[in-house]
């Protein structure tokens, strides 16, 4: 039997998102039909449409996700009828080099796929879907390994934001950059990822959390998250950090925007033998340039942060223990509710770098 649902769906390069009905593919072997029930407004969301990346069109919109299984197909193991799930938009395979090695967020069946074709629109064309999921729709088909099962008491808009930007947030923290008590951490970029960062160094025991953004208005916010100072970014930033490390510059610095700009801004304000952690996802053309003699002297490291460089099986559960424990608090992470057909708007409020986190209810 065909499903009919609305989505947000990009026709082509330039013209904006519209809500459309669309026709949702069969539920085969190893697969589930999940009703969305709420879905978190990204920035990689913002780059599938302002150029930065360039993904084949008609699109579906939306890959941080959160809702309830209602199919599954044959042979599905890992989830039931009624189960509540958050959404995996990089599943692992499993078998791949990287994940037999222990590095599941490189796996190489799933990484880098901008979006896959699955579904149709009503007059006969075939529908990509953003990160294989398209989770700005009512329902969605995808791979049972997508679907991480949570508890059912946990709420399914603060669910939505563990499968992307509290995870990466909080892996960028835990299991790239390490943080050790006591340490100094600068975040830039205070959206939804660079929260979950500030949250996480606090909760790491930082001692000092830095976060900086182009907006005052995010000062409210990266308090509420943990920061214990909050700066706004100029051209002094590198001599304004040192200024609050004892002339040193950050044990840390992650950098949540994605340009070449901010890393090298995040690279200068660092300390010599410091760790600067990308996690933002910018243009290819978009080069950053070092000096070699300055990547000898300074001794600093300077590496990506992939999906938090997690195994999202293991540590989307956890998280979400964490939040019903009370030990992780995301309430301050979600700025907006809002209904399918006001993403348009809230990715303008992204672009002009209001608010945090803006939440589909569906």
């Known amino acids: 039997m065909s499903h009919y649902i609305p989505a947000l769906v990009v026709r082509s390069a330039g013209v904006p998102a519209g809500v459309e009905q669309l026709r949702l593919p069969e539920v085969g072997p190893g697969q589930v039909r999940v009703r969305i029930r709420a879905a978190g407004v990204c920035h990689s969301d913002l780059s599938m449409v302002n150029g930065t990346l360039r993904p084949p069109h008609p699109l579906v919109l939306g890959h941080e996700a959160a809702g309830e299984v209602v199919e599954v197909g044959e042979h599905v193991t890992r989830a039931a009828v009624g189960d509540h799930v958050v959404l995996n938009w990089q599943p692992p395979c499993r078998s791949c080099w990287f994940c037999e090695h222990g590095q599941p967020w490189l796996c190489a069946t799933s990484s880098g796929v901008a979006a896959l074709e699955n579904g149709m629109t009503l007059d006969g064309a075939p529908v990509h879907v953003c990160l294989g999921l398209g989770a700005f729709a009512e329902q969605v088909v995808a791979p049972e390994s997508a679907v991480i099962v949570v508890p059912r008491e946990l709420d399914f808009a603060l669910a939505a934001l563990l499968g992307c930007a509290v995870l990466t947030g909080s892996g960028a923290v835990r299991n790239t950059a390490r943080v050790q008590p006591g340490e100094s951490v600068l975040v830039i970029g205070l959206g939804g990822v660079g929260l979950s960062v500030v949250a996480a160094a606090r909760a790491a025991g930082a001692g000092q959390v830095i976060a900086v953004d182009v907006s005052e208005a995010k000062k409210g916010l990266a308090e509420a998250a943990g920061a214990t100072e909050f700066v706004v970014s100029s051209d002094a930033l590198s001599r304004d950090v040192r200024e609050r490390t004892g002339g040193r510059g950050a044990d840390h610095a992650v950098e949540c925007v994605g340009r070449a700009s901010t890393i090298r ?47 999202p099986d293991l540590e989307v559960p956890a998280l979400a223990r964490e939040v019903l424990d009370g030990r992780l608090s995301l309430d301050h992470l979600i700025t907006d509710r809002i209904r399918l057909a006001d993403v348009p708007a809230a990715f303008e409020r992204m672009a002009r770098g209001e608010g945090a986190r803006s939440v589909v209810q569906l």
């Open 265 to 311: 801004a995040a690279w200068r304000a660092t300390r010599r033998g410091g760790q600067v952690t990308v996690v933002g996802m910018g243009a290819a053309d978009d080069m950053v340039q070092i000096g070699a003699l300055d990547v000898f002297s300074s001794a600093r490291t300077l590496r990506a942060s992939v999906y938090g460089q997690a195994d």
